[in-house]
């Protein structure tokens, strides 16, 4: 899984047409609309901690888990400065640990499709059951296959006097794969730029195969919706996000002795 190791440093640049107030609004109603009003709430893939800090601000007990030192870096700057009371991990979400159970587990910029193996998703989807309090909620959401095949083998760019990137994206029909070669080049203190590359892998999942992951970790599916919409996903949904409760525990033991 990536860990945004140098592109961290530009994330947010390169990210600011994203409108995370917008995002943040639909998903504070998603989770309200399902019983989750205050409390502590759960972000897996955290990031820099843009979502994190406006629901904080909504009034819930934040925490957030990410993989990325760099990442979290910058979201414990934000925190800094906001004086909100957020508690970052560095954790991978395939074998994250909390000290307890959470009201609600969160996950959104299609982080759960950088997991690329079905049984490492149910895991993932079973560490989040465990770690739900009894009918706590889950809701996270995913690129589509539609997406994704959209994407195709494409090459997107932008220049900026902060940096610039190269992204250069295959996804593959057979293994529903989406590989994409990100290419930075950043600007140092003495005004020249340095080359970087990452590789980041994500994986196209249909609707089915969540829906299964999901029985298998304890996960009762509640809703698939249409990104920010209430309405059902359509043939033409570049994004969708799943609603999900706790129903019962226990996968993690069957899984451990697998």
């Not at 990536?2 to 390169?14: C, G, K, L, N």
């Not at 074998?95 to 910029?109: D, H, K, Q």
């Not at 932008?158 to 190269?166: A, K, L, T, W, Y």
Request: proline share 2%; with cysteine; hydrophobic share 35%.
């Amino acid at each position: 899984m990536a860990s945004y190791e140098s592109f961290a440093r530009v994330y947010d640049m390169f990210m600011d047409n994203i409108p995370y107030d917008d995002w943040c609004g639909y998903l504070h109603g998603l989770l309200r609309q399902y019983g989750v009003e205050d409390g502590l709430v759960l972000e897996l893939g955290c990031g820099t901690g843009e979502m994190t800090e406006r629901l904080a601000a909504l009034g819930y007990d934040m925490i957030g888990v990410d993989n990325s030192a760099e990442m979290l870096e910058i979201a414990q700057e934000k925190k800094d400065a906001s004086g909100h009371d957020i508690l970052y991990l560095l954790q991978d979400m395939r074998e994250f640990e909390l000290y307890g159970t959470v009201r609600a587990v969160v996950s959104v910029c299609d982080t759960i499709n950088y997991v690329t193996d079905t049984e490492e998703l149910v895991r993932v989807f079973s560490l989040v059951n465990n770690y739900l309090d009894p009918g706590g909620v889950f809701i996270f959401d995913l690129n589509t296959v539609g997406k994704y095949r959209e994407l195709g083998e494409s090459v997107i760019a932008e220049n900026r006097d902060e940096g610039s990137f190269i992204w250069e994206n295959w996804y593959d029909e057979e293994t529903c794969i989406n590989e994409y070669d990100l290419t930075l080049f950043l600007q140092r203190e003495d005004g020249l730029y340095e080359k970087y590359e990452e590789t980041h892998y994500q994986r196209a999942y249909e609707i089915g195969e969540i829906e299964d992951a999901l029985a298998r970790a304890g996960l009762k599916l509640e809703a698939v919706f249409d990104a920010f919409t209430q309405d059902a996903p359509r043939p033409e949904s570049e994004r969708v996000y799943f609603v999900a409760r706790e129903c019962r525990k226990g996968n993690l033991e069957k899984l451990a002795q697998e």
